[in-house]
């Protein structure tokens, strides 16, 4: 499967999540400014990137790249091992994303037993209201 038809699926995922909680979504007709939907409710707009990211064998959590500056104000990233996606801030005042270019989403406990500096992909299912 080509990235581009991963990415499209991607980006049918998160869609169908934000309708199901009760957002209105938009796309651009043109992908080429780093926004794939757009998200509105009420007051609320929201301009999102999709990364689709499926993780590697034996691995326990995966690794989303930040591009800084970014005219999106979130990060969707599809989880299709848990049937959820989680919406990360595009915002490098972030405690997460000071200095760094990436976060890593753990899905399961690190073999090594590591907890500084993980991010639970629980804690990034919802879209903010």
């Known amino acids: 499967m080509t990235t581009i038809r991963k990415g499209r699926i991607g980006e049918l995922e998160v869609t169908q999540d934000l309708l199901k909680k009760g957002w209105n979504v938009y796309s651009p007709v043109v992908d080429d400014h780093g926004i794939d939907l757009v998200a ?6 929201h301009h999102i990137q999709v990364k ?9 959590s995966i690794e989303v ?9 979130y990060l ?3 989880l299709a091992m848990h049937k959820c996606v989680c919406y990360i801030p595009v915002d ?9 270019k990436s976060i890593a989403l753990a ?3 690190s073999k090594n037993g590591q907890v500084v500096d993980r991010n639970w ?9």
């Open 121 to 129: 992909y629980e804690d990034y299912l919802e879209l903010p209201e």
């Open 92 to 100: 490098v005042s972030v405690e997460s994303f000071k200095n760094k």
């Open 76 to 78: 969707a990233v599809p």
């Open 40 to 45: 509105e409710k009420g007051n609320i707009t």
């Open 52 to 60: 689709t990211k499926r993780p590697s064998k034996g691995k326990t």
């Open 107 to 109: 899905f399961k406990k």
């Open 65 to 73: 790249v930040i591009r800084i500056p970014s005219k999106a104000d």
